[in-house]
């Protein structure tokens, strides 16, 4: 069992920034990729950015040029900056990663942490 803690989310005015970390306990972390999702109230959980194991990413269009994923493998952590927040960026931020091992399909998520941008 590969146990997810994101940590860095708190209160932020517009226009300002926040950086969320994801620590993962157990050495598969560094094999496979790993995402930020977010999940407003009322709405579905949706992929924020995507990084893989050698560090190829992509983001959802609505934070492009704004946000920015890395991982730090030594240390089993991930991490998503967030630059220029906008009140529409308010939901909880959830870090995950899946994948195939040993034959069996995995999906780790974290308990989320919130992120809310207000003036």
């Known amino acids: 069992q590969v146990q997810l803690v994101e940590s860095g989310g708190g209160l932020v005015q517009p226009g300002g920034s926040l950086r969320l970390s994801c620590a993962t306990s157990?050495?598969?972390?560094?094999?496979?990729?790993m995402g930020w999702y977010r999940q407003a109230p009322g709405k579905q959980r949706d992929l924020v950015a995507r990084?893989?194991?050698?560090?190829?990413?992509n983001y959802a269009d609505s934070v492009k040029g704004r946000f920015t994923i890395s991982r730090d493998n030594a240390k089993n952590t991930g991490y998503l900056q967030m630059n220029s927040l906008k009140p529409e960026d308010t939901a909880v931020y959830y870090c995950?990663?899946?994948?195939?091992?040993?034959?069996?399909?995995?999906?780790?998520w974290g308990q989320g942490t919130q992120v809310t941008v207000s003036s």
């Open positions: 990084i893989t194991p050698g560090g190829s990413t």
């Open positions: 157990g050495s598969i972390f560094r094999l496979y990729a």
């Open positions: 995950n990663t899946n994948g195939l091992a040993g034959g069996s399909y995995f999906n780790y």
